[in-house]
């Protein structure tokens, strides 16, 4: 988010965007599926087998941004 207001004339209105965080199952997350966090204290103890749930980050900007745009954001983002 701080790396929108870098930049300077993008073409689409950057600032339409969801943010999305839910909580799944670790073995419901999808590949592409970006891992916030880990939630603790939900699991018993006891039970070894029993997989953790995470917080996947499903955000996304409301239009397609380009190969262009995107690359934009990763170098202001750095």
Known sequence: ?????????????LYDYTINVIEINEEDALPDDFIVGTVWGELDSMDMSATPKVLVDRSYFTAELTEEEINILAILMK
Do not use: C, L, V
Request: charge should be positive; aromatic fraction near 16%; charged fraction near 25%.
């Open 1 to 13: 988010m701080g790396a929108i207001s870098g930049f300077e004339f993008p073409r689409k209105n």
